[in-house]
């Protein structure tokens, strides 16, 4: 009913991860239940979508699609470092929910960074040099790169399919992204740092630019603020791409894991721009808009997320 839709999204905003446990967990009340969030599109990845269910994509934790690293002297599959999805382009998805379709027995944990109580418990000071810079983003192919901030200990094997298919795509020009934002729904400060990407902040010398994006990710990349779900069966796991970073931990060797996620559409007030249109500020969205979601009516999508 509209009033649990109303509280459902207010939770969403709050907090940035639902976990919703022990209810229905069939492909139609995941696709409804993401719905309640906001419009759907495809998965930029179109050749992965479940057959009969465009709102959903398959994503596999095995040697030929994702990345095999050794964690901790472990060999694991699917291991992801942290990232925003599609953080790398002007209007990336507002969100997702997954849901496990073949669980694996052991390994498989999601982890999770909220950039709302990271930007909060920055030094005042780092809040002041950064308010108003802007980074330039592009997605960047090297493993040394895409985990450089991460404080596992892992070395990356092979990079899979995946992120092969990804870089060699000719339609992710770099974008602009500030380093603070003010989420709408709320009028809460954002931190946006996404590690997942090659980047330089505007206006700095490269070794000045490197020093404050590592300072940066020295204060988000903290394990004592992370968390990690460990999943049970029917878990339905909803997360706000705009604010929370997240990664994989793989599987063990013999294991087997297939997630089923739907992919809800960018949101309605910019979150970055293209690079050579030099720029945009976020002043026309400072007014919080919580509760004026849009009708939450399925809309479908053949390129790239728009």
């Known amino acids: 009913d509209a009033g649990t839709c109303d509280e459902l999204r207010a939770l969403w905003f709050d907090r940035g991860l639902v976990i919703f446990r022990d209810g229905d967990v069939s ?4 696709i409804r239940l993401s719905e309640v969030f906001g419009p759907l599109v495809e998965h930029q990845q179109g050749n992965r979508l479940v057959d009969g269910h465009p709102e959903l994509v398959s994503l596999k934790s095995d040697e030929e699609y994702g990345i095999t690293a050794e964690l901790d002297g ?9 990232h925003g999805d599609a953080r790398w382009l002007a209007e990336p998805p507002h ?16 982890g999770f960074i909220d950039m709302i109580s990271t930007y909060e418990r920055l030094p005042d000071l780092l809040k002041q040099h950064i308010e108003g810079l802007e980074a330039r983003i592009q997605l960047s192919p090297v ?5 450089k901030f991460d404080y596992r200990k892992l070395r990356v094997i092979s990079s899979g399919a995946n992120a092969q298919e990804l870089t060699a795509r000719p339609d992710f020009p770099p974008i602009f992204l500030p380093l603070v934002h003010v989420q709408p729904e709320t009028g809460r400060k954002v931190l946006g740092f996404t590690p997942f990407a090659g980047q330089e902040i ?10 404050l994006v590592s300072e940066i990710a020295s204060h988000t990349i903290d394990e004592t603020q992370t968390y990690f779900h460990s999943y049970k069966e029917g878990d339905l796991v909803l997360w706000d791409n705009l604010r929370m970073l997240h990664c994989a931990m793989g599987i063990p060797e013999g294991e087997q894991r297939e997630v089923w996620r739907t992919t809800l559409a960018p949101a309605q007030y910019p979150v970055g ?17 919580r509760g004026k979601m849009a009708n939450s009516t399925s809309v479908m999508t053949s390129t790239a997320f728009r």
């Open 27 to 30: 492909v139609e009340f995941h």
């Open 74 to 82: 472990e060999l694991r599959f699917g291991v992801l470092p942290w």
């Open 95 to 110: 969100g997702a929910i997954l849901r496990l379709n073949v669980m694996s027995k052991t390994g498989g944990e999601t």
């Open 143 to 147: 493993p040394d790169q895409i985990f």
């Open 202 to 211: 505007v206006g700095l010398s490269k070794a000045e630019s490197d020093a």
């Open 273 to 289: 721009r293209p690079a050579e249109d030099g720029g945009f500020s976020f002043s026309q969205v400072d007014e919080p808009i």
